[in-house]
Nanobody, 124 residues
């Protein structure tokens, strides 16, 4: 059974940084792709970035070079380093997993497993 647990969210001022973590369990064999999504109040969930076991990454253009995705395969942990945050990055951030070859689409419907989310709030 796949389980994803996010941590690292919080409140920061504009220009600040946060590092999100996603601890994954039940993922074996290197077939899973992991991703971060975010959902702001009243808006649809959107993809932020995704990575496969070999380290190939896909970033949404909205990240504007401010986000860096990394993973520790030995620990089954995914990280999202977020720098120079702006208020419009305020959202609930979710970790997700899939075995689908369509993972590069970075669309919610491609991903089968989801964490509970961690809140990121950026103030002026």
């Amino acid at each position: 059974q796949v389980q994803l647990v996010e941590s690292g969210g919080g409140s920061v001022q504009s220009g600040g940084s946060l590092r999100l973590s996603c601890a994954a369990s039940g993922i074996t064999g290197g077939t899973y792709k992991l991703a971060w999504f975010r959902q702001a109040p009243g808006k649809e969930r959107e993809g932020v970035a995704a990575i496969d076991y070999d380290g190939e990454t896909k970033y949404a253009t909205s990240t504007k070079g401010r986000f860096t995705l990394s993973q520790d395969n030995a620990k089954n942990t995914l990280y999202l380093q977020m720098n120079n945050l702006a208020p419009d990055y305020t959202a609930m951030y979710y970790c997700a997993a899939t075995t689908s070859l369509n993972w590069l689409l970075l669309r919610p419907w491609v991903f089968d497993y989801w964490g509970q989310g961690t809140q990121v709030t950026v103030s002026e």
